[in-house]
């Protein structure tokens, strides 16, 4: 865990509320249609987010603030997703800021496809008279939020702008 003045940085996991911390989604963000996708024509079952918030990544390095995490292909995850690759994940503490970086390796000879995403909860307030509204997330440079839509199970082609991005932005205070 990280923790700032004694504090447990991340989310405790607690059941009663969300018991994850900040499960990494790969090889999937989000639900697929009846949890199925085809490759080559061959249907697989892959569950929402994908596995790798489920396995376990080895050390592959760690140095001063920075630790990197390996997952790779195995068996299991062939069998759910017939891609071989590696996914690395460094995280690096520099002052109060954490950086975290994501790298997809793919080791086979076809074209791989994937999406990675985060979803990390964090045990704020950390400081004792802050409240959780005192919190935000901030953002390197503004980006269109965009939506694609589908027709049926399968990607339409078209996008939408996100009509929730005045709801997110207000409920997180985000900075641009």
Not at 49 to 64: K, N, S, Y
Not at 79 to 95: D, M, N, R, S
Not at 96 to 103: L, S
Request: no cysteine; aromatic share 14%.
């Amino acid at each position: 865990m990280i923790r700032i003045r004694k504090k447990e940085f991340l989310w405790h996991a607690d059941g009663a509320f969300w018991a994850r911390h900040s499960p990494v989604l790969f090889p999937t963000v989000g639900r697929l249609v009846e949890d199925t996708y085809l490759v080559d024509g061959k249907p697989f079952h892959l569950g929402q987010h994908g596995f790798a918030r489920d396995r376990v990544f080895h050390v592959t390095e760690q140095e001063g603030q920075s630790i990197t995490l390996r997952l790779e292909s195995d068996l299991d995850s062939l069998a759910i997703y017939p891609f071989q690759f590696a996914l690395e994940i460094t995280y690096q503490i520099e002052g109060a800021t954490i950086h975290v970086g994501y790298h997809v390796i793919n080791l086979d000879d076809k074209t791989m496809y994937f999406s990675i995403g985060a979803h990390p909860a964090f045990n704020v307030p950390f400081v004792q008279g802050e409240v959780f509204e005192d919190y935000y997330l901030e953002f390197g440079a503004e980006e269109q939020l965009d939506s694609l839509t589908l027709s049926g199970p399968y990607l339409s082609g078209e996008k939408k702008e996100n009509s929730r991005r005045e709801e997110i932005t207000a409920k997180l205070r985000v900075v641009w």
